[in-house]
């Protein structure tokens, strides 16, 4: 047992768990009104992390906290399938606030009616993010990586594209971005693929995280066409 001492968690914070899990307990799932404690699920007390808290009742407290090391009958509940079943009982009660977004990569152009205009300079690569709520506001969390066939691109781009901002985007709006790439029409091959990582966080401030995929540009004189792939382990996806 940890001889840490306890520190009290944020208020905002216990606030934020007891609501993406609507008072239900983040492991046996049960309904649990007033009845629900917060777990720290490596064991210390001190840590309150929100990754390191889970709602959980009466009954799944005491269990997740029985285990005898010197007669390790059974299988204890580890820290992997305790936080995993967590974002389970999460992702139930905060999926009705989840709204959809579209991502699209291009060289040309669009106008407010998604309608395509000019062609932009070599390099200089639009991207239109579109809120597909028609009720609430969301924000979107985005990072892109690039590369010339596998070698990866140094990028200078702003905190909207690197994942450190978050995009505001309120019911139906489109926003008619863009950023640079280093390309080049001599390099050869002709090969370059835009991995996005995404996103949303919806009205409870939960973080949903999409799944990634690409955008490529193989012929010159063609466009970025999607593929619903990644080709690259990113070590950070957050």
């Given at each position: 047992?940890?001889?840490?001492?306890?520190?009290?968690?944020?208020?905002?914070?216990?606030?934020?768990?007891?609501?993406?899990?609507?008072?239900?307990?983040?492991?046996?799932?049960?309904?649990?009104?007033?009845?629900?404690?917060?777990?720290?699920?490596?064991?210390?007390?001190?840590?309150?992390?929100?990754?390191?808290?889970?709602?959980?009742?009466?009954?799944?407290?005491?269990?997740?906290?029985?285990?005898?090391?010197?007669?390790?009958?059974?299988?204890?509940?580890?820290?992997?399938?305790?936080?995993?079943?967590?974002?389970?009982?999460?992702?139930?009660?905060?999926?009705?606030?989840?709204?959809?977004?579209?991502?699209?990569?291009?060289?040309?152009?669009?106008?407010?009616?998604l309608e395509r205009s000019?062609?932009?300079?070599?390099?200089?690569?639009?991207?239109?993010?579109?809120?597909?709520?028609?009720?609430?506001?969301?924000?979107?969390?985005?990072?892109?990586?690039?590369?010339?066939?596998?070698?990866?691109?140094?990028?200078?781009?702003?905190?909207?594209?690197?994942?450190?901002?978050?995009?505001?985007?309120?019911?139906?709006?489109?926003?008619?971005?863009?950023?640079?790439?280093?390309?080049?029409?001599?390099?050869?091959?002709?090969?370059?693929?835009?991995?996005?990582?995404?996103s949303i966080v919806d009205?409870?401030?939960?973080?949903?995280q999409m799944l990634p995929?690409?955008?490529?540009?193989?012929?010159?004189?063609?466009?970025?066409?999607?593929?619903?792939?990644?080709?690259?382990?990113?070590?950070?996806?957050?």
């Amino acid at each position: 047992m940890s001889k840490n001492k306890r520190v009290a968690i944020p208020e905002e914070d216990r606030a934020k768990l007891l609501l993406w899990c609507h008072r239900h307990c983040c492991f046996c799932g049960k309904e649990c009104t007033a009845n629900i404690e917060i777990h720290h699920v490596d064991g210390e007390p001190s840590n309150n992390d929100l990754d390191n808290l889970t709602p959980v009742c009466f009954d799944c407290h005491g269990e997740l906290q029985r285990y005898n090391p010197e007669h390790p009958v059974g299988t204890k509940y580890r820290y992997l399938e305790i936080k995993k079943r967590r974002d389970q009982i999460y992702e139930l009660h905060t999926l009705p606030y989840l709204r959809k977004a579209s991502i699209t990569i291009s060289k040309y152009t669009y106008n407010s009616k998604l309608e395509r205009s000019l062609e932009r300079s070599l390099g200089d690569t639009s991207c239109t993010v579109w809120s597909l709520s028609n009720d609430i506001a969301i924000r979107l969390r985005l990072r892109i990586e690039a590369y010339h066939g596998v070698e990866q691109l140094a990028l200078d781009i702003d905190d909207l594209y690197s994942g450190r901002a978050l995009w505001n985007l309120n019911p139906s709006q489109i926003v008619l971005g863009h950023f640079p790439l280093p390309i080049s029409e001599e390099v050869k091959p002709f090969l370059y693929r835009v991995e996005i990582f995404w996103s949303i966080v919806d009205i409870l401030d939960r973080e949903h995280q999409m799944l990634p995929f690409s955008y490529v540009w193989s012929e010159l004189q063609g466009d970025w066409w999607f593929d619903p792939r990644v080709t690259h382990n990113s070590a950070d996806q957050s």
